[in-house]
């Protein structure tokens, strides 16, 4: 009996011990319904990206339709500079005299060697290249903007009107700068101004290292912008640590930086020609520019004052930051502007800085903040107010932009013949005339009828002479240009107007094999090529 009592004692403790293990086992794994497939989906890293691809999807279509209204012309105005550099960094001896007007550019900025590495890596064509850029540079701007949206505004139908308005907005001109917020074409620009929002945004997270590079990064690209992107991070610092003393010491460390390059500035000796090249720039003075310019200016201050005031102490700290921090950007850039770049002697290295450009950012945050105000305003219920506002935005300012170049597709696209008169006539000198050609065209024909400011050099792959536009810009901010640009275009002024004699009387001293003539100009001249816009002709 004791033997069988102390075994079936022995059993129930083994039963209760297996059952406190069973109580305290983790439950077994279910069976997988027969729709498991969906649960690994569910897990899968493509579900966890999903939300990053369709945002980066939905910007690439918000971009495209940006490039739409903006508008695409890979060798006007400025672009004509860069690409010329492009093809000089591809080819050093392309453009024989003329690299003497293209050289700085390509000492003073990353860009032009990145495109012709990319070209000699990848093994494509340049206008291919280029509008791909286009494309990704277009993106990247709208990607800072929603990431800068991100930090202003808490709910997401904002953050994608803010966006929205900005990337309808991109062709607008900032005041009287000459700059417009996106080009319509590739150049420094492209990468800076993206690149400045994302440092932006990383001062505004408070990431030191990451702000760095990005501004490094920007002066890779353009070193001046970086000036100004470098002050506009550090006064934002300041005003988002509430440091006012901080914010009005950068403020007054610009005004000072300014007084002392004005002083030091008058012991050097500024040629007439330089005088000249600098005088040719309205938008370095504010005293030349129009009344409707001028309020380009104050109105963005006007309306960041407002906003602040607006979001008070209970709306976002960080949108209210930045519109406190472009506000005193804005004062300080024009009070900068107003002191030292004036028509004087001496104020033309400052007037040449352009102490204004700072307001290419201001305009963007405006739209940032302008955009997701009106989304807050409409709200979900009323998208269609806001759809209606965008359409009426972007189609006027798309038919801004036809009306600019009037003669060339809106979006210029490779692999399509140029329609354009006078890019037809530079694609035939490229084809048909000697590497070591070199041409003189009117110093103004960039705004001849038709001419769409389409850049020579960019196209033609030749040398020219200078000219009144382009090279004076260079002239006037590389003063080591200036003497050289003043005898060029001084002998191509008024080239359509004047006698056969007289043109070969002025352009005896250059070398000048071929002459560029708009068609409506009387010569002599064999001309092989002539079209309605422009003829081609070879000196005698």
Known sequence: MEVEETVEAELEGEVVEA????????????????????????????????????????????????????????????????????????????????????????????????????????????????????????????YGCFELARRCFRRNHERWSAVLLAAACLSLPVAGSSLFIMDPYLTGRSFATPLTLLALCACL?????????????????????????????????????????????????ALAAGAITQYCQRAVFESQAYRAAADSRDYFYLSRWHWYELFGLAAPLVLFAMYARWQGS???????????????????????????????????????????????????????????????????ERRWLFAALLLCTGAGLAFAQHRTYPASAQVELPGIASRNGWTRAFLWIRENTPRQAVFALDADYIHAPGEDAQGFRAIA??????????????????????????????????????????????????HVGWIVLSSAASTAMPCPFQNAAVKVCRLQ
């Open 19 to 142: 059952e406190l293990q069973d109580a305290l086992a983790p439950p077994a794994p279910e069976k997988l319904h027969p729709v498991w497939p969906l649960a690994v989906r569910e897990r899968s890293p493509i579900r966890r990206a999903w939300p990053a691809l369709r945002q980066a999807a939905l910007l690439l279509v918000t971009a495209l339709a940006a490039i739409a209204i903006d508008g695409y012309h890979p060798y006007a105005e400025d672009a004509g500079i860069y690409v010329a550099g492009i093809k000089q960094a591809l080819d050093p001896g392309l453009y024989g005299s003329s690299s003497f007007f293209i050289a700085p550019y390509l000492k003073a900025s990353v860009f032009s060697h990145l495109i012709a590495w990319l070209l000699r890596s990848l093994h494509t064509g340049l206008d291919c290249l280029l509008f791909t850029m286009q494309i990704l540079t277009t993106w990247l701007l709208l």
């Open 205 to 253: 997270n408070e990431r030191a290292g990451r702000t760095v590079l990005l501004l490094l990064l920007v002066a890779l690209f353009h070193p001046l912008m970086a000036i100004y992107a470098t002050g506009f991070v550090l006064l934002l610092w300041a005003v988002q640590r509430r440091s006012w003393t901080g914010a009005v010491a950068l403020m007054l460390s």
């Open 314 to 380: 209970g709306g976002n700290d960080r949108s209210r930051v930045l519109a406190k921090t472009c506000a005193l950007l804005g004062v300080t850039s024009i009070l900068s502007c107003l002191f030292f770049a004036r028509e004087a002697a001496h104020s033309h290295l400052i007037a040449a800085l352009q102490t204004i450009r700072p307001f290419l950012f201001l305009y963007l945050c405006m739209f940032l903040l302008l955009g997701g105000v009106i989304g807050h305003i409409c709200g979900r």
């Open 461 to 510: 792959e030749r040398a020219s002479l200078a000219d009144a536009s382009k090279d004076g810009g260079a002239a006037a901010v590389f003063p080591q240009l200036a003497e050289r640009w003043m005898a060029e275009k001084t002998a191509t002024t008024g080239l359509n107007a004047i006698s056969d004699a007289e043109r070969l009387r002025r352009l005896a001293t250059f």
